[in-house]
């Protein structure tokens, strides 16, 4: 069973992985975010995109 996840957790673990991660794919940070939170690797890659990647 998949625990929920919050933004702020997947937000802030993206941004602790991406500033210390030099070179690692988005991939490679959400696979390491949803092991870590036990959570849906898939829902965690999209929450990333929408929250970091899109034009508002």
Same mark, same amino acid.
């Given at each position: 069973?998949? !625990? !929920? &996840? $919050?933004? %702020? ?5 993206? #941004?602790?992985?991406?500033? *210390? +991660?030099?070179? !690692? *794919?988005? #991939?490679? &940070?959400?696979?390491?975010?949803? #092991?870590?939170? +036990?959570?849906?690797? #898939? =829902?965690?890659? +999209?929450?990333? &995109?929408? %929250?970091?990647? =899109? $034009?508002?």
């Amino acid at each position: 069973m998949q !625990k !929920k &996840i $919050t933004r %702020e957790a997947v937000l802030g673990l993206y #941004d602790l992985h991406n500033d *210390s +991660e030099a070179g !690692k *794919s988005l #991939d490679w &940070i959400a696979n390491v975010i949803a #092991d870590s939170l +036990e959570a849906d690797v #898939d =829902s965690v890659r +999209e929450l990333i &995109i929408k %929250e970091r990647f =899109s $034009t508002r």
